[in-house]
């Protein structure tokens, strides 16, 4: 389990707790009062079953974070609550005076939409209307308020757990969002980096074959501009995949002479003297060059092209203008023009393509010399609004505020020994205790010393304490609870909860001794203590659990982060197990037709088109990586590792058992070894002899590379790049994989997958 997953666990665990611990209290109370009034066995024991029942309810239906309450099942528990709410009030008049706060709560929870805020209030007026008969005006403020505070407590109580619950699935969700941008953004990479390069390759190769009959040592030059672009094309890969590239402006504008005049296109360029650009302008307008280069070579027959820089103080353009759009043609962007207008629009320019009626095709791009963007290359970040934590912020105020009036309601109902002077004390009072509260106790972002902490403290005991000991009456201090509670957020550990025993202990003895000057028993000793218990838990609840909702929505960016970070690492395989191959085995084979051009055109031209082969499909491997999706046929592989073993002169021994029936996972892994294998060797070693062996049983298949060109590097190094993310792909199946020397001095790469 995560420390994430932990903190979202432990928040429904502690929501749940102190909802236990709430309800008891609240349910407890109800029962002394019932004891009070007359304990009859008949009233004892009918008062009982009932609390009982709607504890059950509340805990095994209303507050369950797992619970659906849009079930029958929860509207039936609803219609039952109300019930219980309601039907014994002519029997415990007085006792019975909180539990319509549970219904209301519970009617927030259930009700769809607006009804429920209906039925919310409807609930509270209703509890106050039952006691119209006989009590005074505040009593029945007093029950009206509480009514709503209690239901209030209740509804948050139960749905902050799930709005955690909630913000963890959306937070997956935002990390899935972040891996999406993240394969836009490699596919944006691939396509303008390798595209050019292989379609480069492809054009010029086609070129060579055709001179190779005609113009020997212009073939040449040829072969020898594929290998520089190949040996490119590499650096590419790697720089790609560790997500940092910079391209020279100056190396692509050659870069595109050369091509262009390979391809019989006239190419003119004129470049201004421009200031020194930033490394994001030359990056993008580089990457601008290329893709309209590489664009002109794919879809258009263009015989002229003329590209043209200029500058001015604050911005540099670029335009690109070519005679090879057809008729009817529309400047409408496709993949390669949007993720240009994308990149160019990251760092503050402009792109703008146009097709003229004389059959031109123009592209233009403007961009600032120092872009005070961010780089393409920066993490995804996500910013959005923290629900839950704003949820959590109106419940927490909703609550503190709700309890301040039933406290000052509660004084008023003593006006006649207090006072309006003491009513108007109390009010002030406890306005200040819910401004202390709200602004400096409950809020994560202020961040208290240990010397400021007192002194909130003490000022909250000042308005908790100085109206109880002017007036001696105990209901001035209505708010004790919320110093209890303060001292559990704002002093450490056991320090706080100790100070919080403390304060409800006082309460006790504050009853004890004032209670009977008013006519007050035992029962209200407990209703002290109980009052201050709750409402210090439900303070202390809510604010810690809202804190851990703003830490939850908080920690996003660093999922989001990892996940982008795992994706890199995939992409990276990808493309070493991929595009790695390909452009070695081009590398090689353009070695080869150089060194036979001259002495055997035919074998030389054989292999050109092998190498023409090879680059079409790195094309479509360029695609299926950036798509994230493929498949390689282990019999392709075998046979391309054949041909490719042969044209580096290894004698190459091949014995493969059926594998029709193998998982294409399995094969795909199997496929992918192979080539990492194949790709080593001829980097790595100097063999003349390779062995690739494939045998199947029923659960398990093993396959080994074994070839004879130990090599320093294979002795240093048995665990690179390669290898280890082979290692990470077969594991993944629950396999094996092995590299290393045998006892007859041979090089042996074994991967072993069991067959499930």
């Known amino acids: ?94 006792a019975w005076g909180g539990m319509p706060g549970f219904l209301a709560g519970s009617a927030l929870l259930v009700l769809p939409g607006r009804v429920r805020w209906f039925a919310f209030v409807g609930v509270a007026l209703a509890n106050a209307a039952t006691k119209v008969a006989y009590q005074p005006l505040p009593t029945l403020a007093y029950y009206f308020v509480s009514s709503m505070v209690v239901g209030l407590v209740v509804y948050g109580l139960s749905r902050l757990p799930s709005l955690v619950k909630q913000l963890e699935t959306a937070r997956s969700e935002l990390a899935d969002l972040a891996v999406s941008q993240e394969r836009l953004r490699f596919a944006r990479d691939l396509q303008d980096v390798l595209g050019f390069s292989l379609s480069a390759i492809t054009l010029k190769v086609e070129l060579a074959r055709r001179l190779l009959a005609e113009d020997t040592g212009r073939a040449l030059r040829e072969l020898a501009e594929i290998l520089g672009i190949a040996r490119e094309a590499l650096t590419d890969v790697r720089a790609v995949a560790s997500s940092y590239r910079q391209l020279s402006l100056s190396d692509e504008i050659e870069s595109a002479r050369s091509v262009l005049t390979a391809a019989g296109v006239t190419a003119t360029i004129e470049i201004d003297q421009h200031p020194q650009l930033a490394p994001q302008s030359k990056t993008v307008l580089a990457t601008v060059l290329r893709e309209a280069v590489t664009n002109l070579l794919t879809h258009s027959r263009a015989t002229t092209c003329s590209i043209r820089i200029t500058s001015s103080h604050q911005t540099v353009s670029i335009d690109i203008v070519n005679d090879g759009a057809p008729d009817g043609t529309t400047p409408e962007r496709g993949g390669g023009l949007t993720n240009l207008a994308t990149r160019t629009a990251a760092i503050g320019g402009t792109l703008h393509a146009e097709v003229s009626r004389n059959g031109t095709f123009r592209l233009h791009t403007e961009v600032p010399v120092d872009p005070a963007g961010e780089d393409p290359a920066d993490e995804p970040r996500h910013v959005g609004p923290p629900i839950a934590g704003r949820f959590a912020q109106v419940l927490l105020t909703a609550v503190v505020c709700g309890y301040g009036v039933m406290a000052t309601t509660l004084a008023a109902y003593f006006h006649s020994t207090v006072g309006t002077t003491g009513v108007v004390v109390s009010a002030v009072s406890n306005a200040m205790t819910a401004l202390l509260v709200l602004w400096l106790v409950s809020r994560p972002q202020v961040r208290l010393s240990p010397v400021r902490s007192c002194a909130v403290l003490a000022a909250l005991a000042v308005c908790v304490y100085v109206p109880v000991l002017v007036f001696q009456n105990q209901y001035m201090g209505g708010l004790a609870g919320f110093l209890a509670g303060s001292a559990v957020l704002l002093l450490p550990g056991r320090t706080g909860w100790a100070a919080f025993a403390g304060v409800v202990t006082a309460q006790a003895f504050i009853y004890s001794a004032l209670g009977p000057a008013l006519g007050e028993g035992a029962v209200d000793v407990v209703y002290g203590v109980i009052a201050a218990m709750n409402h210090g838990l439900v303070l202390s609840a809510l604010t810690r659990l809202r804190s851990m909702v703003t830490e939850l929505h908080e920690a996003r960016e660093e999922l989001a982060t990892a996940a982008v970070t795992q994706e890199r690492l995939r992409f990276a395989r990808d493309l070493h197990d991929l595009l790695g191959y390909s452009l070695s085995a081009i590398t090689l084979k353009s070695e080869l037709t150089h060194r036979l051009a001259a002495v055997d055109p035919d074998r030389a031209r054989q292999e050109l088109t092998e190498v023409l082969e090879i680059s079409r499909q790195a094309l479509a491997d360029v695609r299926s990586v950036a798509l994230s999706y493929r498949e390689l046929s282990f019999d392709e592989e075998t046979q391309s590792a054949q041909a490719l073993l042969s044209a580096a002169d290894i004698d190459v021994t091949v014995r493969i058992d059926r594998c029709d029936g193998l998982p294409t996972e399995v094969k795909v892994t199997l496929a992918t070894v192979l080539r990492e294998g194949v790709t080593n060797l001829l980097r790595h070693s100097k063999a003349e002899h390779c062995e690739i062996v494939l045998e199947s049983s029923r659960n398990l298949v093993t396959m080994d590379i074994i070839n004879d060109g130990i090599s320093v590097h294979d002795q240093r190094s048995r665990d690179g790049s390669g290898i280890g993310n082979l290692t990470t792909r077969v594991r993944a199946l629950g396999g094996e994989l092995q590299a290393g020397l045998t006892p007859e001095h041979t090089y042996r790469l074994r991967a072993e997958i069991p067959i499930l």
Do not use: H, W
């Open 1 to 94: 389990m995560t420390l994430r997953q932990e903190r979202s666990s432990v928040s429904r665990r502690l929501a749940y707790v102190v909802i236990s611990v709430v309800f008891a209290n609240y349910l407890g109370n109800a029962f002394l009062y019932v004891v009070q009034a007359g304990p009859t066995p008949v009233r004892i024991i009918s008062s009982l079953a009932c609390l009982l029942a709607i504890g059950s309810l509340l805990l095994g239906v209303f507050s369950r974070p797992d619970a659906n309450l849009r079930s029958a099942k929860a509207y039936f528990a609803l219609g039952a609550l109300a019930l219980l709410a309601f039907v014994p009030v002519p029997f415990f008049p007085n």
